[in-house]
C-alpha cells in the first residue's frame, strides 16, 4: 500500500521540490519556471520559515510542495505578521487525487499550532474557498494584487488563545522575491 506523508521540507529535499515545481508550473516558452526561482530565493530569505514549508511524499516520492512565508501588514496602528501561501505544486502524475488539498491543509494546521493568525493566497478562489479563504479586500487588506478581486484571497486561522488579538487589516508588504513572479 502507498503511504503519504505530510511534512516540513527537510533540506535534502531542495532538488526534489525544485523538480516538482518545474514540472507543474512549465511552460513552453520558458526553461525554468518563475516559481522555482521565486521559492529558492524566499529559502534565503527572512521570510522563509522552515516548518511551514510542507512537503507531501507519496510512495517515497515527494511529490507535492505548499510554502508558506512571512509577510507584514502595515496599518496606521503599526505592522503585524502574516503568512503568504504559494507556491503549491503536484507532480503532473500525482495530480488530481487531493495531494494539493493535504499538503495545504498540512501546512495551514501547522500555522494555526504555531500561533499564526492570517493567510493570504492569490489563486482560483475555487480551489481554495475549500480552505475557507475568500476576497481579502473585504477583510480590510490591500496589496499589488488587490485589483484581480476574487483570486485576491485571505483566510483568518483560529486563535489558539482565548482573548486574542482579531487577524491584522491594512496592506500587505511581501518580500521583494515576489517581485519577480
Known amino acids: 500500500m502507498?503511504?503519504?506523508?505530510?511534512?516540513?521540507?527537510d533540506p535534502a529535499d531542495t532538488g526534489a521540490v525544485r523538480r516538482v515545481?518545474?514540472?507543474?508550473?512549465?511552460r513552453p516558452d520558458v526553461a525554468t519556471p518563475p516559481e522555482v526561482g521565486l521559492v529558492d530565493e524566499l529559502r534565503d530569505s527572512d521570510a522563509w520559515l522552515p516548518k511551514l514549508a510542507m512537503v507531501a511524499e507519496y510512495g517515497g516520492e515527494v511529490v507535492g510542495?505548499?510554502?508558506?512565508?512571512?509577510?507584514?501588514v502595515k496599518s496606521?496602528?503599526?505592522?503585524?505578521p502574516a503568512l503568504s501561501l504559494g507556491p503549491v505544486a503536484v507532480a503532473p502524475h500525482r495530480q488530481r487525487i487531493g495531494l494539493g488539498t493535504a499538503v495545504v491543509q498540512a501546512g495551514l494546521d501547522a500555522a494555526t499550532e504555531l500561533g499564526e493568525r492570517l493567510v493570504v493566497v492569490l489563486g482560483d478562489p475555487a480551489w481554495y474557498r475549500r480552505f475557507g479563504f475568500s476576497r481579502a479586500d473585504r477583510m480590510g487588506l490591500t496589496s499589488p494584487w488587490s485589483g484581480l478581486g476574487e483570486p485576491w484571497q485571505a483566510l483568518v486561522l483560529p486563535p489558539t488563545t482565548s482573548g486574542?488579538?482579531?487577524?491584522?487589516?491594512g496592506e500587505v508588504a511581501f518580500p521583494t522575491a515576489w517581485s519577480r513572479v
Open 65 to 72: 510542495y505548499a510554502l508558506f512565508t512571512r509577510v507584514r
Open 2 to 9: 502507498t503511504t503519504l506523508r505530510l511534512r516540513p521540507e
Open 164 to 169: 486574542e488579538a482579531p487577524a491584522p487589516r
Open 76 to 80: 496606521d496602528a503599526g505592522t503585524a
Open 21 to 26: 515545481l518545474a514540472a507543474a508550473f512549465a
